[in-house]
């Protein structure tokens, strides 16, 4: 059974720092990972899609890499913003018979201070 | 594009009633996924449709739990008697085909069971 973490929970850093977020995977038969950012009381955003045959996606500030054989992928995030303050949350799609739907991890939670 | 649809945004009920909860997936999607989230459990799959016919139900928790998808363009989630314990955030998703594609979230659906 497919099972995801994050570290770290949770995070704070000053306005301009760049940081980067963590998420493991126990099972490297993906077909893709997704980040999501949620904010309180709200749906989830989608931010990158990276396929299992891809390495990175860029969007802005935002850089995802995936290292499957390792399980492990990373969300950088440049120059953050007290608008990015924010959960985010890595969800994997397994290759797992019959199963399409994703696997999520607990999130970090990430507040930047201005 | 709308985006998923999803509606009540807020349902607060008794327990032993009758909950049910409606989701309009992205046009052209053929993939539809019910997901809960709680602050013990995080986000998890509940079924998972392709082309309206459920293919995994094994995230549905009891019998109290049903959901159907008449349309392509219609699905519901219900919950028939409900318990406090049923009290959290459901999402609705959907994406085109079934592997390997994003998912697209709505706002989700905040329940509380009193």
């Known amino acids: 059974k497919q099972e995801v973490t994050q570290i770290p929970a949770a995070l704070s850093v000053p306005e301009g720092e760049n940081l980067v977020l963590n998420c493991s995977f126990t099972?490297?038969?993906?077909?893709?990972l997704q980040w999501f950012r949620q904010d309180p009381g709200k749906g989830l955003t989608s931010l990158l899609l990276?396929?299992?045959?891809?390495r990175e996606q860029t969007s802005g500030r935002l850089n995802a890499s995936l290292d499957k054989s390792s399980g492990r992928s990373t969300l950088y995030i440049a120059a953050s913003q007290p608008g990015d303050s924010a959960t985010y949350l890595c969800a994997v799609c397994s290759m797992d018979t019959g199963r399409r739907a994703l696997t999520f991890g607990s999130g970090t939670r990430l507040q930047v201070q201005p | 594009d709308a985006g998923v649809i999803q509606s009540p945004r807020h349902e607060v009920t008794e327990m032993g009633q009758e909950v049910t909860l409606r989701c309009k997936p992205i046009?052209?999607?053929?993939?539809l996924f019910w997901y809960r989230q709680t602050m013990m459990r995080g986000l998890e799959l509940l079924i998972y449709?392709?082309?309206?016919?459920?293919?995994?139900d094994s995230g549905m928790p009891e019998d109290r739990f049903s959901a159907k998808m008449p349309n392509a363009s219609f699905s519901t989630l219900k919950i028939q008697p409900s318990e406090p314990r049923d009290s959290a955030v459901y999402f609705c998703?959907?994406?085109?085909?079934?592997?390997?594609?994003?998912?697209?979230f709505g706002p989700g659906t905040r329940l509380t069971v009193l």
């Open positions: 998703a959907s994406s085109r085909g079934s592997r390997g594609n994003e998912q697209f």
């Open positions: 990276i396929q299992s045959s891809q």
């Open positions: 449709f392709n082309n309206n016919v459920p293919i995994d």
């Open positions: 046009s052209g999607h053929n993939s």
């Open positions: 099972d490297s038969a993906i077909y893709n």
